[in-house]
């Protein structure tokens, strides 16, 4: 069993930067593709980015340019540079991590079988 922990929220102007990270526990995360989802207040969860164990990349675009997914294997550990942070960006944001995949269902979050229990990022304007 993955037990995932998010860290690096908070508070944060617009136009600034926040590290998000997801250490994991339980099992090494170099086989699974790990996703960040995001769920603001009153609205449904969505995804963000996602990277797999090869290092292949995968962003909604509403962050690409602005996000940077990476994934440090040797520490069991993802993380979520966000840059040029808006208001729009205030949400929760989740981690999670799943085995199987194809390149068209990454966004798919029914399909990730471990969550976080999330970190709220709240940028002000």
């Known amino acids: 069993q993955v037990q995932l922990v998010e860290s690096g929220g908070g508070l944060v102007q617009a136009g600034g930067s926040l590290r998000l990270s997801c250490a994991a526990s339980?099992?090494?995360?170099?086989?699974?593709?790990m996703g960040w989802f995001r769920q603001a207040s009153g609205k449904e969860r969505v995804f963000v980015a996602a990277?797999?164990?090869?290092?292949?990349?995968y962003y909604a675009d509403s962050v690409k340019g602005r996000f940077t997914i990476s994934r440090d294997n040797a520490k069991n550990t993802v993380y979520l540079q966000m840059n040029s942070l808006k208001p729009e960006d205030t949400a929760v944001y989740y981690c999670?991590?799943?085995?199987?995949?194809?390149?068209?269902?990454?966004?798919?979050?029914?399909?990730?079988?471990?969550w976080g229990q999330g970190t709220q990022v709240t940028v002000s304007s």
């Open positions: 999670a991590a799943r085995r199987l995949y194809s390149p068209a269902s990454v966004p798919a979050q029914d399909l990730y079988d471990h």
């Open positions: 339980g099992q090494t995360l170099n086989t699974y593709l």
């Open positions: 990277t797999s164990w090869s290092g292949d990349t």
